[in-house]
């Protein structure tokens, strides 16, 4: 469904994906920790296309370091990222986002959702806890 053509950073490649979202098109979005990127794959494509970060490993807005999980905030039409090794949540616009925003600083997170109610659940695993914004 999405990589396969052996670890790289190439847009057909894939290298150590973490978290995945499936959108209800069927559009995958995936977390990859050693490209400090999240890649958005079409449903039927044989390539994603970088969707935040891939600029390399840092703490910038324009930047992921170690992304862990990813998913899609339906009402503001953006993603939200685990960027593990900067210790934040990000959001990053789904359509031409260049930058993120961080929303939540000082967290070990490595999994999130959301449910219907737009309430976010974020693990803290520095902390031991879930929390809820």
């Given at each position: 469904?999405?990589?396969g053509?052996?670890?790289g950073?190439g847009?057909?490649?894939?290298?150590?994906?973490?978290g995945l979202?499936v959108?209800d098109?069927?559009?995958?979005?995936?977390a990859?920790?050693?490209?400090?990127?999240?890649?958005?794959?079409?449903?039927?494509a044989t390539s994603?296309?970088?969707v935040a970060g891939g600029n390399?490993q840092?703490s910038?807005?324009?930047?992921?370091?170690?992304?862990?999980?990813v998913?899609?905030?339906?009402e503001?039409d953006?993603?939200?990222?685990?960027?593990?090794s900067?210790?934040?949540v990000?959001?990053?616009?789904?359509r031409?986002g260049?930058s993120?925003?961080?929303i939540?600083?000082?967290?070990d997170c490595v999994?999130?959702t959301?449910?219907?109610?737009?309430?976010?659940y974020?693990?803290?695993?520095?902390?031991?806890e879930?929390?809820?914004?």
């Open positions: 469904v999405a990589g053509n052996r670890q950073n847009i057909n490649q894939l290298s150590e994906p973490c979202y959108d098109d069927q559009t995958i979005y995936v990859e920790w050693s490209n400090h990127r999240i890649v958005e794959w079409k449903w039927g994603g296309q970088v390399g840092g910038g807005a324009h930047q992921l370091y170690n992304p862990y999980d998913i899609v905030d339906k503001r953006s993603l939200i990222i685990c960027d593990y900067n210790d934040r990000v959001r990053w616009p789904r031409n260049t993120g925003e961080t939540i600083s000082n967290i999994g999130l959301m449910d219907e109610n737009g309430s976010l974020v693990t803290d695993e520095g902390k031991h879930v929390r809820r914004y």
